[in-house]
């Protein structure tokens, strides 16, 4: 069930939108549900469904078609690194290596103490950037090096991020 929070900022989305276009707002609900839970389970995206009068499996295709939602718990900061051609080109593969083996895991896992999440990500649209990653699909950080990197984490361990 989707708590009172959710469907307050479902109700004030839908209202950039036609009556008879509630599917509209379904990015934005998947959002704010996981931004109260850390992650969105299929019986959230049953009660999005039912909420916005959507079937289910469009809202399934809508959370698992975007790398930003998250499906199973990702740490309490998820790095999201693009691996598309333009960040490839310019060294994501070297900024996955790097993150990999300084936080001890692999790509779509978490580190044993759940502060760090790792995942991949599709082009992120800052080509100029990269390579880049994003923190818990809220700050973009490019032109990534190890040195950037390290003051990242060392900022999150931290809490200054």
Do not use: W
């Amino acid at each position: 069930m989707l708590s009172q929070q959710v469907t307050t900022l479902i109700d004030k989305e839908l209202k950039k939108y036609p009556a008879d276009q509630r599917q509209s707002a379904v990015m934005a609900a998947l959002r704010f549900v996981q931004d109260e839970k850390g992650l969105i389970t299929p019986e959230d995206m049953s009660d999005v469904a039912a909420y916005l009068g959507m079937q289910q499996m469009a809202v399934y295709e809508v959370a698992t078609f975007y790398h930003m939602y998250n499906l199973k718990p990702m740490g309490k900061h998820t790095l999201t690194v693009c691996t598309n051609l333009s960040c490839t080109l310019c060294g994501s593969g070297d900024t996955v290596s790097y993150l990999e083996k300084k936080l001890g895991i692999k790509m779509g896992e978490v580190t044993a103490d759940g502060k760090f999440g790792l995942r991949e990500g599709e082009c992120m649209g800052a080509c100029i950037d990269a390579p880049l990653l994003t923190l818990n699909n809220k700050k973009m950080c490019g032109k990534l090096t190890t040195a950037k990197i390290d003051k990242i984490l060392a900022d999150l361990e931290g809490g200054k991020a």
